[in-house]
Structures are given as structure tokens and as C-alpha cells.
């Protein structure tokens, strides 16, 4: 072999073992899923300019991941109302009772995939706080001595993957007073059900908040905060064409939060509130008539 040659075959060789190690340093790449996410709220401006108006407008304003019209509910025309869309929420506010009629919101398998990364926003770092911009919106410290917690309607748990989001998470108008039983008990464990649900079914569309009837109890510094006799979750899986809903009293749930399902029917017939009013009306239908727990994967909470 002549010395031209030995040396081409040396730098091939250094070549490839180059390569060999080059990668085993890479870092395990995120899902095609992921990539909107990874982008646009990683603290910087890349991919600005990427076609994406059904989920940010000119500001970067997140806006949704598919139908944004799916979060849209009709509300009976006895409740009060304040629409506020905030980055990941949107809060149908009742300044009357002083509670939301119902908080709306998506949870997809990135957003699940990104809240629970050793790196996600940490609750510990927010704080409850008024809206100033909604009227009727209490201040944190109005529950205070209540003997009620303050009972986030959209969880922290699903809103941990953008600092924004959190942040609206905590304003008070996502919270209804709640029984610390139901809180921290069966209600907490079909939240992190549907937590781990978002992961199969790709993407979620969640409705959740207080039935609201005319002889409720009032608590607060001011006596004018209504205290909820029930709760619903309204969940919905848009590729799959799947739904269930849970209704729960605001007391301890004496069994398992499986046994808590129903209808959407049922709990639109108890709010007034059409759920999926974007939904053609044959398809819905049928897809609110049904709350199979089986059709769902199995959770498994801690206790």
C-alpha cells in the first residue's frame, strides 16, 4: 500500500470512530410532538416565524393545539358571566356567586410529557392572587378560616409545563371553595387520572367547575363567596371521539373516584351548560349519553 493510500485510510478510520462518539453524546431526541412546544416556550425566539395561527397569534400567545372552538360552551342565560382567556385557560367567571361557572382548558401528551420533567415549574412558587381585571374576583385572603380550601379548577399539576400558565392558574378566579377531603381525596386522584390519560389519547379537552343552584351556602370575609354543593370534570377525547364526565359532592367521597362517573348529559342537565356545543349535534349526542370507565386506561392512585 502506498503512503497516499495508508493515509486516506487512516483519516477514514479516524472518521468513524468519530462519528461513533459524536454519537453516543447526543441527547435523546423529543417526539415530532414536542416540537411546537420546544420551540416557542423555551425562553427564546426560534421558529418565530413558523405557520402556526391555530395555536399562537402575533405575540406568541399560546391558543391551542387543534379546534379552539371545542373549549367554547353555551351557558344558560340564568348565570352571570365574565369570558376571560387566559394563555392555557379559559374561565367562564360568575361575579355573582364569585366562583368560575367553568374553567376550560386543553392537556395534551406533550404538555403532560413537559409538567412532568424533572425541569417543570414548581407549585411551590406561586401564589393565589386576585384578577383585578375580572369583577367580582375575590382576593386570596378571603378564604382564609373558611374551613374550605382553595380548590384549583384546572390543576396545577396540568399547567407545570409553562410559567405563564401556572401563574393564571393561581389567580382566583380557577378557584371554588372545596371540601379538603374531596380536594386532597378522590377528586385529586381522577385529576391525576386524566393527567395520564392525555398521554394515550394524544389530546384532552377538559371542562370542569361548580354546580351552581339558587340556595347555596356563602362563606369569606364578606359572606358573598358561593360554597358549591357539587363539582363536575367534563373530559373529552377529540381523536378517539371518546367522553366521560364525574360529579361529586363537596364533601368526602366515600368510594373510589371511579364510581363518581357519568354522563355529560347529566351534567349538563344539572348546570344548564352545553358542553360541546361545536360538535355536530348527531355526534354529540351520542358521545354525551355514554361514561364507560372501561373505555378509559386504568388509574391506580396512591394512597
Known amino acids: 500500500m502506498t503512503m497516499t493510500n495508508k493515509c486516506l485510510s487512516l483519516l477514514c478510520t479516524l472518521a468513524l470512530l468519530a462519528g461513533c462518539t459524536g454519537s453516543a453524546d447526543r441527547k435523546e431526541q423529543r417526539p415530532a410532538a414536542d416540537t411546537f412546544y420546544s420551540s ?74 413537559m409538567a412532568d420533567a424533572p425541569d417543570a415549574q414548581k407549585r411551590d412558587n406561586f401564589q393565589f392572587n386576585r384578577d383585578p381585571q375580572v369583577q367580582g374576583c375575590p382576593d386570596w385572603w378571603e378564604y382564609k378560616e373558611t374551613g374550605y380550601d382553595r380548590g384549583h379548577m384546572a390543576p396545577a399539576m396540568d399547567m407545570r409545563w409553562d410559567k405563564t400558565a401556572m401563574e393564571q392558574c393561581f389567580l382566583m378566579t380557577n378557584i371554588c371553595p372545596q371540601d379538603h377531603e374531596l380536594n386532597d381525596g378522590e377528586w385529586r386522584h381522577m385529576e391525576e387520572a386524566i393527567h395520564t390519560w392525555a398521554r394515550s389519547a394524544r389530546r384532552l379537552v377538559i371542562f370542569t367547575g361548580p ?16 360554597v358549591p354543593t357539587q363539582y363536575y370534570k367534563v373530559v373529552y377525547a377529540p381523536e378517539q371521539d371518546r367522553a366521560i364526565a364525574f360529579l361529586f359532592r363537596n364533601e368526602k367521597a366515600r368510594n373510589s373516584w371511579t364510581n363518581y362517573a357519568v354522563t355529560i348529559d347529566e351534567v349538563e342537565r344539572l348546570t344548564g351548560i352545553n358542553f360541546l356545543a361545536s360538535l355536530p349535534d348527531d355526534s354529540e349526542t351520542v358521545v354525551e349519553s355514554r361514561q364507560n370507565i372501561r373505555d378509559w386506561p386504568r388509574y391506580t392512585p396512591r394512597r
Open 211 to 226: 354546580v351552581l343552584e339558587g340556595n347555596m351556602k356563602k362563606m369569606g370575609k364578606k359572606g358573598n363567596i358561593a
Open 40 to 113: 416557542q416556550y423555551s425562553g427564546n425566539d426560534r421558529n418565530r416565524n413558523q405557520k402556526s395561527n391555530d395555536r399562537e397569534n402575533n405575540t406568541g400567545e399560546y391558543r391551542s393545539t387543534g379546534n379552539q372552538a371545542l373549549l367554547d360552551v353555551k351557558l344558560p342565560q340564568r348565570l352571570d358571566n365574565q369570558t376571560v382567556r387566559y394563555k392555557a385557560i379559559t374561565v367562564y367567571y360568575n361575579k355573582h356567586y364569585r366562583v368560575p361557572n367553568c374553567v376550560a382548558y386543553e392537556l395534551t401528551n406533550t404538555q403532560v410529557s
